[in-house]
Structure formats: structure tokens, C-alpha cells
């Protein structure tokens, strides 16, 4: 029962991130929380799962609602706090003498390596280096902080199967990410850390010299930004209040024009077709900014019949 509870939290969480003021909820799952917050009394309640069961009718019973603690603040390890971001220059040269030259310097930056967990890596972008197309993720998770590349996971694959939609592969375009290091949590020692957090502003600031200068080298056409968090460290926090405002818009970083779209696990969490056809016009979009031959049944991908 706590996973799911901690699900419905997590999804209310991402919900509200996206900009969704309201959820509709049945009769039958207010039943439920409620037995739920009747049965656990009086120990803590979800403040969240609380709060769903209590907005949605005036009618729940006074010992139930009398048990709803406030959230307790949780107590974690103070985030180190990171030095200046560093200056990259890079040398004369190619290429691929440029990239392995950043490579170099970000797997073995002390500052990199130092918020990477034991037997875990640290991860730079990969792909073509003449790619046009440039994908901009916000951060390493699990899976790809065991491969040292980013977009293997799920997300990962399903960022794969929309770049073949584009008639591409994953080989044509680069993708990087806003930070090199899978943002810690706190987790028991020699435990495997459970679930992610979005980087802090001091982290994005601290890596953005690494992907300008990825950005430097691949000189794409465009980039595309996938996600609030990839926005964020691309336009500035400050530049949004939610995706939807400037998903599917051009903006400008570095030069380059920008397209923001929805991150992959979105699609993961909400597979309609109605939510693939938004992604999808976007990439339409970057297919088009780029001169690419769009097909009939290309133009027509993911539209209700």
C-alpha cells in the first residue's frame, strides 16, 4: 500500500508540473483513500493522498480528516556546495580532437567524479558530431549512470524509436544532457539509490560550460530541449512557469535556435495518442527547420481517426 501511495504522490507531483490544476478522481477511489486514511489512524496520513480525498467532498468522517499531520520536513544531507563552473577552452584541432579533448576533461573532472556513487559513471553526450539535430536531456538516471551514456533507459528507447520516426538514427543526431552526474539522493550505504531529482540550479550552472561546449563542437542547425528541467538550464528558471507556455515554440541559446518539447517519459506516463501527436508536431517542427523531406504518413502520425 505505501509504493502505491507513493505513486499517486509522485504522479500529483508531476502533474502539477505540468501545469494541470485539477485530476478527476472516481467515487470509488475516494472510498478507497478513505479507508485507507480510516484504517492507518492515528499514525501520519499522506498530506497529498489526504488532501485528494478531502478536496473532493465535504462529507469525510471527523476521525479520518482529525488524523492528517502536516508534512514533515525531511531531514537530508546538506548539498556539497560546488565550486565556480568551470572555463572550458578548447584546443586547436578537429572535431573529434575537440570532443576527445572534453571528453578527457569532464570523465576526469575531480568535481564530476566526486558526485558519482561508487562503480557508477560520469556521462557526457554522444552521437554524431555533424549531427544537425542536437537532443538536450536534463540529467543521467540509473541506467545511464551504469552505461556512461545518456538516454539508454526506458525514456531512452523511446527517444530512439521517435528519432526513427524522423526517418534517422540514433547514430545521425547527438544527444547531451544538462548535467554530467545523476543527482544524489539520500540513500543508506551500499544501497542502490531509488528514484530521482531534478539538478539544482548551482548543478546545471556548474556543467552548462561542459554542453556549451558540446554545442561548440556539434554546431548543430537546432537543438531540442526535452523537459522542464532541460528548459530550465537552457532558457533560465525564470523564463516559464510551465512547459505548456513555450512547448512546441522556438527560442534562442547559444545561437541556436531552440525547440522545447515534452521529455520522452511523459509519452511513458501518458501514451495517448493525443499526447504522442503534441510531441510529434514539434519534431515536425525541427524536421522542418532543417530541411528534411516530411512524408504524407509522416504529417499524419499519431492523428485520431
Known amino acids: 500500500m505505501r509504493t502505491a501511495l507513493t505513486a ?20 470509488e477511489s475516494i472510498a478507497t483513500l478513505r479507508r485507507v486514511i480510516a484504517a492507518r489512524a492515528p499514525k501520519t496520513v ?17 476521525s479520518a480528516s482529525a488524523v ?26 578537429d572535431k573529434a580532437v575537440r570532443w576527445a579533448a572534453l571528453k578527457e576533461l569532464v570523465l576526469n573532472h575531480p568535481v564530476c567524479t566526486a558526485n558519482v556513487r561508487p562503480g557508477k559513471k560520469v556521462v557526457l553526450g554522444v552521437g554524431s558530431l555533424d549531427a544537425k539535430i542536437m537532443f538536450v536531456g536534463e540529467a543521467p538516471g540509473a541506467e545511464e549512470e551504469v552505461q556512461g551514456e545518456p538516454f539508454v533507459g526506458p525514456a531512452g528507447q523511446l527517444l530512439t524509436k521517435m528519432i526513427g520516426g524522423m526517418g534517422l538514427k540514433r547514430s545521425d543526431i547527438y544527444i547531451g544532457n544538462i ?23 548551482e548543478e546545471m550552472a556548474f556543467c552548462m560550460p561542459f554542453l556549451r561546449a558540446q554545442i561548440e563542437i556539434v554546431n548543430p542547425d537546432v537543438i531540442v530541449a526535452l523537459g522542464s528541467t532541460a528548459a530550465q538550464g ?14 512546441g515554440h522556438w527560442k534562442l541559446f547559444a545561437g541556436k535556435p531552440v525547440m522545447v518539447t515534452y521529455h520522452p517519459s511523459y509519452i511513458l506516463r501518458n501514451g495517448s495518442n493525443r499526447s504522442k501527436r503534441v510531441v510529434w508536431e514539434d519534431l515536425l517542427q525541427v524536421m522542418e527547420r532543417t530541411g528534411m523531406t516530411i512524408s504524407d504518413k509522416q504529417r499524419g502520425y499519431f492523428l485520431d481517426k
Open 68 to 93: 492528517v499531520k502536516p508534512p514533515v520536513k525531511a531531514v537530508t544531507p546538506a548539498e556539497p556546495k560546488l565550486p565556480a563552473p568551470p572555463v572550458v577552452v578548447l584546443p586547436s584541432g
Open 8 to 27: 499517486i504522490t509522485d504522479e500529483l507531483k508531476r502533474l502539477k508540473a505540468t501545469g494541470v490544476k485539477s485530476v478527476s478522481v472516481s467515487d
Open 234 to 247: 537552457l532558457l533560465g528558471a525564470d523564463s516559464f512557469k510551465t512547459l505548456g507556455e513555450i512547448r
Open 179 to 201: 548535467l554530467n552526474w545523476r543527482p544524489q539522493m539520500p540513500t543508506p550505504e551500499g544501497a542502490e539509490q531509488i528514484g530521482n531529482r531534478a539538478p539544482t540550479a
Open 46 to 62: 499522506n498530506p497529498v493522498v489526504a488532501a485528494v480525498a478531502a478536496k473532493a467532498s465535504p462529507e469525510i468522517p471527523k
